[in-house]
């Protein structure tokens, strides 16, 4: 069946450091590939997306991209925020509108 | 920008008391979904919903759950019995086409006591 792995955390950087959360992915054909973010106390909210080999998704200086070659979907932002600090999960979905499926959710922690 | 709204936020019952957990997802989304979080761990898919019927179900939904859309905008998760284990955030989501990406309610807190 389908699956996501991603890095364990928590993930703790300094304000202005280089972030990059490790995901990889196990699907029969070709999924859609997400992140989500949830902030202490809040709900899930959807980061970036991409639907199809070589997409990048980005928003909020988040980038990723989908690697076919790879199975891979890394998370990455050039500088963190304190603001930034959440829980990070990488997910999928398959055709026909098959349930997301999650990683395990990697915890960020930025400091000033 | 639209929203999925769930009631109430935080629950807390009595062990072997029923609950209904309340969902409205964005109006013209067709398919539903509940989810669950146990504190600190995975997000996990309970149930999907399409066309006024169960479309998929994990092996955690079992006869104590049930879900139902009363009408045409309301979606409700029942657990009959409740256990010290369904003690977790319950997380509704729609989507429209699941390759645009599913959108999240803030999560009904449950807490069974």
């Known amino acids: 069946g389908n699956s996501v792995t991603q890095m364990e955390g928590p993930v703790t950087l300094s304000e202005e450091a280089f972030l990059t959360i490790n995901c990889t992915y196990t699907a029969t054909g070709y999924p859609s590939l997400f992140w989500y973010v949830q902030y202490p106390g809040e709900g899930l909210q959807l980061l970036l997306k991409a639907t199809k080999a070589d997409d990048k998704g980005s928003n909020k200086g988040f980038e990723a991209t989908y690697r076919k070659e790879t199975t891979s979907f890394h998370l990455e932002k050039g500088s963190v925020q304190v603001s930034d600090s959440a829980v990070y999960f990488c997910a999928l979905s398959g055709s026909g509108n098959t349930p997301l499926v999650f990683g395990k959710g990697t915890r960020l922690s930025v400091i000033a | 920008e639209p929203e999925v709204t769930q009631t109430p936020s935080h629950q807390v019952t009595q062990m072997g008391q029923e609950v209904i957990l309340r969902c409205v997802p964005i109006?013209?989304?067709?398919?539903f979904y509940w989810y669950r979080q146990i504190l600190g761990q995975k997000v996990e898919f309970l149930v999907s919903f399409y066309n006024n019927e169960i479309s998929e179900k994990s092996e955690i939904f079992d006869d104590q759950f049930s879900v139902e859309r009363p009408d045409g905008s309301n979606f409700t998760l029942k657990i009959r019995s409740t256990k010290l284990e369904d003690s977790a955030m319950y997380f509704c989501?729609?989507?429209?086409?699941?390759?645009?990406?599913?959108?999240f309610g803030s999560g009904t807190r449950l807490t069974v006591v």
């Open positions: 109006s013209n989304h067709l398919y």
């Open positions: 989501a729609s989507t429209r086409a699941g390759e645009n990406g599913y959108t």
